[in-house]
């Protein structure tokens, strides 16, 4: 279902592509052909980065001590959080990051599945309580001591790490469940700035076909999940589903609840992408039940004329999944 924020988000694309002077794989293609990729590439990236700081004057505007970011997987969430720091820094403001990782409840209190397996995504697998204790203090001025959760024993331990809140600091949280109400309802709205990342991709096959959103997050993370976690594309597609599942119950209801949606989807990524992504595919056994999906997604990057990836800046969103990036994850 088409919502009226993410309806909004589609008409800023059209305008996007209205500048950039193309909305098709085909006129993509011939302008790369044409000599223009680098072009293309700094318009794309500068119109995000517009858009970044835009977020970032309003929320100095409002005044808002505390930033929640939530988006679906691979939507480019932590680069989004890193260059919207700076924006913040740029207004005179000094972000301070909050880990949700740190709030889990115990191993032993975590929620189980219907299969019996720990489910680590749903809402109470956090610590709630606490986590808005912290929140209400902070926000108070109040010094706290922030947890550490210690993945191998299961529990939260000691940190010895002390925060309190400065009067220009922004404290930012990113995580899947940001915008859901449920996770601050201890917290005063007026406090809160609530911003949600899609990757709604900019560009059409043709004038009537438009590429699925969810492909290309897929394609983003089978590119990021071997750089970066050892992942083999078929690992990545046979966990897909079980992540758009998750995305469905904990993510996508709450889309309408931010203030402002920003795109992080690239007019030209899958240009990038395709050198990546093409040998991963093709990797795939035939015998796999994956197969099939991979030869799917294989005829979608085909359509693009590849663009090589050394064009692609350092700052840029992209670099979160094909690495390089200035920024450290």
């Known amino acids: 279902m088409i919502t009226p924020k993410l309806r909004a988000l589609m008409a800023e694309n059209r305008r996007w592509q209205r500048i950039v002077g193309l909305s098709t794989v085909s006129q993509l293609n011939e302008a790369v052909k044409a000599g223009y990729a680098t072009t293309l590439i700094n318009v794309t990236e500068a119109l995000q980065e517009r858009k970044i700081a835009a977020v970032a004057d309003e929320i100095q505007k409002l005044g808002s001590r505390l930033v929640l970011l939530a988006g679906p997987s ?82 939260r331990v000691s940190s010895g790490v002390m925060l309190k809140l400065r009067p ?21 709205p007026a406090d809160k700035f609530q911003l949600y990342v899609s990757a709604l991709i900019t560009i059409q096959l043709d004038d009537k076909q438009r590429i699925s959103t969810s492909d290309n997050r897929l ?12 992942y083999s594309a078929q690992d990545t597609l ?42 991963l595919l093709k990797s795939v056994p035939e015998s796999a039940p994956e197969k099939a999906e991979a030869e799917r997604l294989l005829q979608l990057v085909e359509f693009f004329e590849p663009i090589p990836e050394k064009q692609i800046p350092h700052v840029s969103l992209l670099r979160e999944f094909l690495g390089g990036s200035s920024f450290e994850y």
């Not at 220009?168 to 915008?179: Q, R």
């Open 168 to 188: 220009k600091d922004v404290l930012i949280v990113e995580g899947i469940h940001a915008l859901n109400p449920d996770l601050t309802p201890d917290i005063d």
């Open 74 to 155: 691979s939507s480019g969430k932590t680069t989004t959080c890193k260059r919207l720091s700076i924006q913040l820094g740029a207004c005179g403001l000094r972000p301070v990051g909050l880990s949700m990782d740190d709030y889990f409840v115990n191993r032993e209190d975590t929620p189980r599945d219907e299969a019996g397996e720990y489910d680590f995504e749903c809402l109470q697998a956090l610590d709630i309580p606490y986590f808005n204790q912290q929140l209400k203090a902070l926000l108070a001025g109040e010094t706290v001591e922030l947890p550490k959760y210690d993945f191998i024993q299961g529990k």
């Open 219 to 230: 394609l983003r993370r089978i590119v990021r999940d071997f750089q970066f976690r050892g």
């Open 238 to 279: 046979h966990r897909w589903p079980s992540v758009r599942a998750g995305e469905e119950k904990w993510i996508f209801p709450y889309q309408e609840n931010c203030d402002m949606m920003i795109n992080s989807a690239l007019l030209y990524e899958m240009s990038v992408l395709k050198g990546r992504v093409v040998p």
